[in-house]
């Protein structure tokens, strides 16, 4: 456990062999829960980020290029003008 002490403004410096340990830097986010009489810290996880990692992963899985997800979209967007204004 490592012991920390707020300053300037309620900042506090997260000990670097714990950030090191976390792979924690500057332009990590963090989330802070107050729980009873503690202060909980947990990485935030960004929502675009999972899922960008989440299509890259099934584009991968079904052998799709970003080329091919555009050209899909634009026949997508298409149809639905179509379907919903006639043509």
Do not use: C, F
């Amino acid at each position: 456990m490592a012991a920390v002490k707020m300053w300037g403004r309620g900042q506090l410096t997260i000990p670097a062999s714990v950030r090191k340990e976390l792979h924690l830097d500057e332009e990590t986010v963090l989330n802070i829960v107050k729980v009873g009489d503690a202060l909980l810290l947990t990485q935030k996880r960004l929502v675009g980020d999972a899922l960008a990692t989440t299509a890259q992963k099934g584009m991968k899985k079904a052998d799709l290029s970003l080329e091919d997800l555009l050209e899909d979209l634009q026949k997508q967007r298409e149809r639905y003008n179509r379907e919903r204004y006639g043509g």
